[in-house]
């Protein structure tokens, strides 16, 4: 049975499918790649850089960006102290149920932050556990931190769980057979090998809890942090005032996304 060969006009539109697709592809890379710098540049330029500086520099800007700072670290601390433990059993352990705890992981990162703030402030408000204690849980820096850690924390969990998966078992058990116990075997192997997926989620936690706002808003309010600033500027003089406060979140942001990106790892992998 033989095979006709395609001729040199069919040869010719074979070579140039692929080199169509592939500008195609590049155009279409290219055009949404604009979309995400022309708002940056757009903000950038909003202002001379004399006015920029002075107003980035001002005492409103930097309090509600040391106010974001502060809270951001302190939930990524305890975003670190639970969320890495529960990543490592989520990751070593194989139970009934597992997958439902992964969901309840995840549900923080599909709720709109508004819902978020509702559900923590109908746990923790007046009305709920904020009655049983004398410190304020809402209107304060632990409702900042609150609010932030329950939205922010679900990602340093599914990346360290990740981390983890990536790390051999028998290497922990071979440590174990040397004489470690469970616990020396994670802190001498598993962690050191983990390390750079948790740093990476660590940085992830900590660029989110900077961005939080609607839950933030909901829950806590003050101290303003730079999202919650960003918002109240914008109500009270317009965009121009607020230029400035997002001027110093999207740096803060891009010096996070640097940050994953020195440390060599994709935390989505």
């Given amino acids: 049975m033989s095979h006709r060969q395609p001729n040199c006009r069919e040869r010719g539109v074979t070579r140039l499918l692929p080199e169509t697709w592939r500008g195609l592809t590049l155009l279409l890379a290219g055009v949404l790649l604009l979309y995400y710098l022309l708002p940056i540049g757009a903000l950038v330029l909003a202002q001379s850089p004399a006015s920029l500086a002075a107003d980035v520099t001002s005492e409103v800007v930097l309090t509600a960006a040391t106010n974001s700072v502060v809270a951001a670290t302190l939930s990524t601390l305890v975003a670190v102290a639970f969320g890495v ?23 923080p990162l599909v709720l ?10 109908k746990l923790v408000g007046p009305a709920g556990l904020g009655q049983l204690t004398s410190v304020p849980l809402t209107r304060s820096l632990v409702g900042v931190v609150l609010a932030q850690t329950y939205v922010a924390s679900p990602f340093l969990v599914v990346t360290a ?26 802190r001498r192997v598993t962690l050191p090998l983990a390390k750079q997926g948790i740093l990476a989620g660590v940085t992830l936690t900590f660029a989110r809890a900077m961005g939080e706002f609607g839950a933030t808003l909901m829950l806590a309010y003050y101290p303003r942090t730079l999202p919650v600033q960003i918002w109240v500027s914008y109500l009270s003089t317009g965009l121009d005032a607020a230029f400035p406060v997002a001027l110093v979140l999207v740096g803060i942001a891009v010096g996070a996304i640097l940050l994953v990106h020195a440390l060599g790892t994709n935390p989505w992998e």
């Avoid at 709109?112 to 402030?121: C, H, T």
């Avoid at 990740?162 to 994670?186: N, P």
């Fill in 161 to 186: 769980k990740t981390a983890f998966d990536g790390v051999d078992r028998q290497l922990e058990a071979a440590a174990r057979s040397l004489g470690e116990d469970r616990v020396g075997s994670v």
């Fill in 112 to 121: 709109p932050p508004v819902v978020s703030g509702m559900l923590l402030l």
């Fill in 85 to 107: 433990p529960l990543a490592y059993w989520l990751s070593r352990t194989s139970f009934r149920g597992r997958d439902v705890i992964l969901a309840l992981v995840m549900l």
